[in-house]
């Protein structure tokens, strides 16, 4: 896609890079796992227990990947499940690249235009996103990894000077006692949700074909997923002990609230800014990745050579439902709805259909082996 032939091959840290933004970038705008199980101060040893069960329950897609390291997950389905079947599940598999490509369109167009813009028309604001996420995605693959290797350091750079700049706020009184109000059980169930939850995974499982050093895809799966949950436990820690338990639940965006307590001396009142300034670049660079993924999810889905000719028409899809979807109710007011969404789609895209196929691949070893050599 933009042939895979002639492709420029990414490395493993720009792949890394990636990763870790498409997913701290979640935690930065709207900061979710606060109300996953046990919803208190023990949500940072919730995100630590997530870290085995995000590992085993994508151990057949990172299977896979590592068995067909030449193949995007598009393919290698269709290969293994035979072609009806392999339609079946590609077609999915798109459908859900599509779907979070929406949430996120209409999850920042809503931050937005309530806390940015409340202005400006919810069109104008799709429109002027979306056409800069167009261009970059058809510059292709090297150069959203080229950008991450820029704008990546940038936003984590924010990120953690943000959590300094905070230490007058902070009251780590609130989050103890550490386990008192917390069960097992409650702690299990929130890991396995903010394990599953892990949906950008499927970015990489989209990836292995463009790996310059295709070996390494265990070491980026691993030290993308602790990399990202111990930044993640940062904005939570940070978050909580600045603005309390409750008031992180419930208040729409949780870090950016926080950030506008800071005031840096009376010469700096507004160092806001510079937050929002990286979060809309998080946001426009994960867009970007979502809508040049779909496009090739769907390309090789349908037997295309060229992705790039369905990377406008996706983007015009995203813009027709982000624009439903603003006019009915706002994304954020949905929220359990939402995340329930995301749950349950995850569960089949990540887990349910690489287990299913894995096992295919197990009786039809021989037979899909065969055809390779020929």
């Known amino acids: 896609m933009e042939n895979l032939e002639n492709i ?99 999850t920042l167009v809503e931050i937005l235009n309530s806390a940015l813009f409340p202005e400006t028309p919810t069109w104008i604001t799709t429109i002027i996103m979306l056409i800069t996420c167009v261009y970059i995605a058809y510059k292709g693959l090297k150069s959203i990894a080229r950008g991450g290797e820029i704008f990546v350091p940038f936003i984590l750079g924010v990120i953690l000077l943000f959590i300094i700049l905070g230490y007058n706020n902070y009251d780590f009184t609130v989050l103890l006692p550490v386990l008192k109000d917390s069960t097992f059980k409650e702690l299990n169930i929130g890991a396995i949700d903010s394990g599953i939850k892990f949906s950008d995974i499927i970015i990489l499982a989209m990836i292995p074909p463009y790996l310059e050093r295709k070996e390494d895809l265990n070491k980026i799966y691993i030290k993308s997923i602790i990399y990202s949950i111990f930044i993640i436990i940062l904005l939570v820690v940070a978050t909580q002990a600045a603005l309390g338990i409750e008031y992180a639940k419930h208040t729409n965006f949780p870090f950016f609230t926080f950030n506008r307590l800071i005031n840096l001396y009376d010469f700096i009142q507004r160092i806001d800014v510079l937050s929002v300034v990286g979060w809309i670049t998080g946001n426009v660079g994960k867009i970007t990745g979502y809508l040049y993924f779909t496009s090739v999810a769907f390309s090789q889905t349908f037997d295309k050579n060229d992705n790039r000719p369905y990377i406008i028409p996706i983007a015009g899809i995203v813009f027709i439902a982000t624009l439903l979807i603003k006019d009915r109710r706002s994304i954020l007011s949905v929220g359990k709805v939402l995340q329930k969404t995301i749950l349950i789609t995850s569960t089949i895209a990540l887990f349910v259909l690489p287990t299913i196929t894995l096992v295919i691949y197990l009786f039809r070893k021989d037979k899909i082996s065969n055809t390779n050599n020929d």
């Open 8 to 106: 420029n091959k990414i490395s493993t840290y720009q792949v890394i890079l990636l990763i870790i933004i498409y997913r701290v970038t979640i935690a930065f705008t709207y900061l979710p796992v606060v109300n996953i199980p046990p919803g208190n101060q023990d949500i940072w040893i919730t995100l630590l227990m997530s870290i085995p069960y995000t590992i085993l329950l994508c151990v057949p897609l990172l299977y896979l990947g590592n068995k067909f390291s030449d193949y995007t997950l598009i393919e290698y389905t269709e290969k293994i499940s035979g072609k009806i079947a392999g339609k079946v599940i590609s077609i999915y598999y798109t459908g859900f690249l599509l779907l979070l490509s929406i949430i996120n369109v209409a």
